[in-house]
């Protein structure tokens, strides 16, 4: 098994341009989550998912869009990218069930910039 | 809503040495989960260790145990034996037990000395 992969692995935005990262999960796990990390700071929840064709904002959701379209995929979208997105973007996963530990499960990571 | 506080931005300790992490957390609910994370340099997070609440004792995992007071609201990480492989910036997080959602600190850096 591959775990959770992120595509690409870095990025370099203009300010205004557009993009989607995608997380890729093969555990067949029901929740998804994107979380996004800055300098210093722990992680904090974008969105997250918990089953196909949902969404729902996490802590920080403002300026991204989500899609679930796939169980196995989970995509986050910047419509007009700001320098305040510059941070790293990380992909996890969890099946609740699963001996109800809730541990999830996190993805490498991609490296955002934004000029 | 639930926050995590992570009150030491940066450890060091000699190698074979004990090292202790604090963590303290707010919430209102009576069930729940508590994790540390461990990110190394590769950025990856690991999961180190897990405590649920409804359980009295203290989670261990080989050099890795906790000191989880609930009434307190402390969940502390002690490091046995520290080994140059545990480098890293550690995360205490928190979710509900039906809401899943992680709630992370600001982290700790740790720095294990030859």
């Known amino acids: 098994n591959a775990g959770v992969t992120q595509t690409p692995k870095f990025r370099v935005l203009k300010t205004g341009q557009s993009m989607t990262l995608l997380c890729a999960q093969d555990?067949?796990?029901?929740?998804m989550y994107w979380y996004r990390q800055d300098p210093g700071m722990g992680l904090r929840l974008i969105h997250y998912?918990?089953?196909?064709?949902?969404?729902a904002k996490g802590e920080v959701p403002d300026g991204y869009n989500v899609s679930r379209l796939k169980k196995q995929n989970f995509l986050l979208g910047l419509e007009s990218a700001a320098p305040s997105q510059t941070s790293v973007y990380f992909c996890?996963?969890?099946?609740?069930?699963?001996?109800?530990?809730?541990?999830?499960?996190f993805g490498p990571g991609t490296r955002l910039t934004v000029t | 809503a639930q926050t995590v506080t992570q009150s030491q931005p940066e450890m060091s300790v000699q190698e074979a040495e004990t090292v202790t992490l604090s963590c303290t957390y707010d919430?209102?609910?009576?069930?729940?989960?508590l994790f540390w994370y461990k990110q190394p340099p590769s950025r990856q997070m690991i999961l180190v260790i897990r405590?649920?609440?409804?359980?009295?004792q203290n989670a261990t995992e080989n050099r890795f145990s906790v000191n989880f007071q609930k009434a307190a609201k402390s969940f502390s990480l002690k490091i046995s034996d520290s080994q140059l492989g545990d480098t890293a910036m550690y995360f205490c997080?928190?979710?509900?037990?039906?809401?899943?959602?992680?709630?992370f600190g600001g982290g700790t850096r740790v720095l294990v000395k030859p």
């Open positions: 919430t209102s609910e009576n069930n729940y989960y």
């Open positions: 998912s918990v089953g196909e064709g949902t969404t």
């Open positions: 555990m067949n796990h029901e929740y």
């Open positions: 996890a996963s969890s099946y609740p069930a699963v001996a109800l530990s809730y541990e999830q499960y």
């Open positions: 997080a928190f979710t509900k037990a039906a809401g899943n959602k992680l709630t």
């Open positions: 405590q649920e609440a409804y359980k009295q």
